[in-house]
Antibody, heavy 119, light 107 residues
């Protein structure tokens, strides 16, 4: 069974960079699929942040593209999200997920991690 | 980017009711649409992919239909565990875009 688990700091100061890691078990990232990040501000809907193929090619939400980097570490079976210059509007639960082959649907999700931006 | 809309934004229904939620894309997306269920404090769960294919383990009372720009999620005989928020997601093109969600509440 594929499992994903997010990790990272729960609290970040404005203007800093938040780094989150998604650890995958039950499947080797280097075997394929796209791997992505989605976020959800408190009480609001879902926002797709970006995704990457195991080889390293990426796609990002244009609204965040200037501040986001997604990368992969196949040796650790992890992929990561870096979001720079954060503000209070970046406060959200951040989820990692796998994009299913073929359909592109997000078939496996992590449980999510809350990132709060506050001084 | 493709814009996704959903209607209604919320609805009240009783156990046993038939519920229909619609999703509309701002341009054609073939059948590249999925439906997700989210309960409070939990990650979203994939219910339907490619418009009408049921994800493994999802009860058959969930079904999806549509193509192009207009899509529907139907729940026949609503069960207590179905009270949740439902989102559509277009996976036709990047950037992926979600609908704003439909909250299904108990009447």
């Amino acid at each position: 069974q594929v499992q994903l688990q997010e990790s990272g700091p729960g609290l970040v100061k404005p203007s800093e960079t938040v780094s989150l890691t998604c650890t995958v078990s039950g499947y080797s990232i280097s075997s394929g699929y796209y791997w992505g990040w989605i976020r959800q501000p408190p009480g609001k809907g879902l926002e797709w942040i970006g995704s990457m193929f195991h080889s390293g090619s990426t796609s990002y939400n244009p609204s965040l593209q200037s501040r986001v980097t997604i990368s992969v570490d196949t040796s650790k079976n992890q992929f990561s999200l870096r979001l720079r210059s954060v503000t209070a509007t970046d406060t959200a639960v951040y989820y990692c997920a796998r994009e299913a082959g073929g359909s592109g649907s997000l078939d496996f999700w992590g449980q999510g991690t809350l990132v709060t931006v506050s001084s | 980017a493709i814009q996704m809309t959903q209607s209604p934004s919320s609805l009240s229904a009783s156990v046993g009711d038939r519920v229909t939620i619609t999703c509309r894309a701002s341009q054609g997306i073939r059948n590249d649409l999925g439906w997700y269920q989210q309960k409070p404090g939990k990650a979203p769960k994939l219910l339907i992919y490619a418009t009408s294919s049921l994800q493994s383990g999802v009860p058959s009372r969930f079904s999806g239909s549509g193509s192009g720009t207009d899509f529907t999620l139907t729940i026949t005989s609503l069960q207590p565990e179905d009270f949740a928020t439902y989102y559509c997601l277009q996976d036709y093109i990047y950037p992926r875009t979600f609908g704003p969600g439909t909250k299904v509440e108990i009447k």
